[in-house]
């Protein structure tokens, strides 16, 4: 079945220095992939998507390219902030039989230090 | 900016209680989900609800679940008697439509503690 692999964490950073988080997925098809992010106290929100192979997601400073040939999708943010510090969920979104449920990876914590 | 309100944001209640956590998708979305959260751990799918039945469940939505929209806003998942490991952070989510470029809103979800 479709599945998503994060990382595990926590990645703890200094602030100003890079972040990669890494994510692979397994699908049958084409899905949509998604990074989300919980902060501390709150729900999901949307970070950021790409619905197609090469295409490059980006928001806030942070970006994430579809990588078919690896089935990766890797968050990356050049320099982190401590207000980034949150937890970041990689997930597809694939048609199926259903109506386009979400599969999460296990989530990384990031912290960050100033 | 639309957001999905889910209420209440706590709740605690007692193994064997029945419990209603309530939820208002975006008011043109059709495509309602919910989701929970264990402590520590992933965010998992339970159900969808599309034109007022399920379209697919998991299988931690046995019987003692169940969904329903009783009006044009309200979104509502019901644990008729719930157990300790219902303990978790429940999320409702809508879409405007099925498209998989569409993505999903959350709420700021519910926690649900069981004791």
């Known amino acids: 079945g479709n599945s998503v692999t994060q990382m595990e964490g926590p990645v703890t950073l200094s602030e100003e220095a890079f972040l990669t988080i890494n994510c692979t997925y397994t699908?049958?098809?084409?899905?949509?992939l998604f990074w989300y992010v919980q902060y501390p106290g709150e729900g999901l929100q949307l970070l950021l998507k790409a619905t197609k192979a090469d295409d490059k997601g980006s928001n806030k400073g942070f970006e994430a390219t579809y990588r078919k040939e690896t089935t990766s999708f890797h968050l990356e943010k050049g320099s982190v902030q401590v207000s980034d510090s949150a937890v970041y969920f990689c997930a597809l979104q694939q048609l199926s039989g259903g109506y386009n449920k979400l599969i999460f990876g296990a989530g990384t914590r990031l912290a960050v230090h100033p | 900016e639309p957001e999905v309100t889910q209420t209440p944001s706590h709740q605690v209640t007692q193994m064997g209680q029945e419990v209603i956590l309530r939820c208002v998708p975006i008011s043109n979305h059709l495509y309602f989900y919910w989701y929970r959260q264990i402590l520590g751990q992933k965010v998992e799918f339970l159900v969808s609800?599309?034109?007022?039945?399920?379209?697919?469940k998991s299988e931690i939505f046995d019987d003692q679940f169940s969904v329903e929209r009783p009006d044009g806003s309200n979104f509502t998942l019901k644990i008729r008697s719930t157990k300790l490991e219902d303990s978790a952070m429940y999320f409702c989510?809508?879409?405007?439509?099925?498209?998989?470029?569409?993505?999903?809103?959350f709420g700021q979800g519910t926690r649900l503690t069981v004791v």
């Open positions: 609800f599309y034109n007022n039945e399920i379209s697919e």
């Open positions: 989510a809508s879409r405007g439509d099925r498209g998989t470029n569409t993505e999903a809103f």
């Open positions: 699908a049958t098809g084409y899905p949509s």
